[in-house]
């Protein structure tokens, strides 16, 4: 039989494990720590990926386009994709670069005695008051502080413009090895559908990017004939941040017609009425018309769910967060979709 513990004993044990049970808890809450914090590292490691994926999609795209007009090969089609769009990029900036050098100059002189009187012109109303009160202060410092957690990236923007071209170049040389590869990952029973879902990951990124490139070629030209007929100063450079801005969708629009307006008030009240009108008749007119019939494989996302996702991109990864968030959607739809959705039907 066994010997009889003596209560001291009992005691002893007891607080023993209950500080190991202390410790273990501790060291699965700092394990936790670790991993979110690693995440979060790691996911915008993740989202410049995604961003030479679309680079790789892009050079693949016209890639296509060359070698079914032209029947080269694949190879010499991809290095003329390549090579035609660094060419046209450094062409527009050898022909449109002091023209944009010298607007963004007058951009620069401009802008802030603008923004003066406009504080001068909203001080007088008392809705203008409340506002300019409102964002002056501490509230102006947590709008600043925000705003350069927005646009804080991991590696500085021109390392993470470094890591992106150079991934996405390394994508376009050679993707069947990294496609492969992920197939390669999987069972044998799910590999065709891990294929299955990589062709339809492409064939929605492809729509996106070739409806947001149209989309922001067109507002960019609608954008520049109009500021330039209204006489609007710096009509280039203000059409050209509309473009960019163009990549956010809901929110780019808005942030893009700010300083428009603001330099419309310079010349009239009457002016900057219209030029809000111009970007907000441009934007429904690529929005609501062009993009949807360009992006036809791209997946439906629900408005909703766009800027829902914008939000918690742009908390979590800054501005590249908010430029990726409609992909990242896309793809997560298309996952939902095939690896569950489908499953369920077919069940039911």
């Not at 003066?116 to 102006?140: H, V």
Request: with cysteine; proline share 4%; glycine share 6%.
């Amino acid at each position: 039989m066994p010997e009889d513990i003596r209560p001291e004993e009992k005691v002893t044990k007891r607080e023993l494990s209950y500080i190991g049970k202390v410790w273990q808890t501790v060291a699965i809450v700092a394990l936790l720590v670790v991993v979110i914090l690693i995440a979060r590292v790691a996911f915008n490691v993740l989202l410049m990926v995604l961003a030479g994926v679309l680079i790789s999609v892009y050079f693949h795209g016209l890639g296509d386009i060359i070698e079914r007009r032209t029947k080269f090969s694949r190879r010499v089609s991809m290095i003329l994709s390549v090579s035609i769009s660094f060419a046209i990029i450094a062409a527009l900036l050898w022909f449109m670069g002091t023209k944009i050098q010298g607007q963004i100059a007058v951009l620069s002189d401009t802008l802030p005695n603008t923004i003066n009187t406009a504080k001068i012109k909203l001080s007088e109303s008392p809705i203008g008051s409340r506002l300019l009160q409102y964002f002056s202060g501490d509230k102006s410092e947590k709008l600043y502080a925000t705003a350069g957690h927005f646009f804080s990236t991991s590696f500085g923007v021109l390392g993470n413009i470094y890591i992106i071209l150079f991934l996405g170049i390394f994508f376009t040389a050679s993707p069947s090895l990294y496609k492969d590869g992920i197939i390669k990952l999987m069972p044998d029973s799910k590999k065709q559908l891990a294929k299955c879902v990589i062709d339809r990951i492409s064939q929605a990124l492809k729509g996106w990017l070739k409806g947001m490139m149209l989309s922001m070629v067109l507002i960019t030209i609608l954008i520049t004939t109009g500021l330039t007929i209204m006489g609007i100063p710096v009509a280039l450079v203000l059409a050209l941040i509309t473009g960019i801005l163009k990549l956010i969708p809901n929110f780019g629009s808005l942030a893009a017609m700010i300083p428009g307006v603001l330099l419309a008030l310079t010349v009239s009240v009457n002016t900057a009425i219209a030029t809000a009108i111009l970007y907000m008749v441009s934007q429904t007119v690529v929005s609501n018309i062009v993009t949807p019939l360009i992006q036809k494989k791209m997946i439906n996302t629900p408005p909703a769910l766009t800027i829902i996702s914008q939000v918690i991109m742009g908390t979590l990864c800054g501005a590249l967060g908010v430029i990726l968030a409609v992909p990242l959607l896309a793809i997560l739809i298309i996952l939902v979709d095939e690896l569950y959705v489908k499953k369920i039907n077919d069940l039911c």
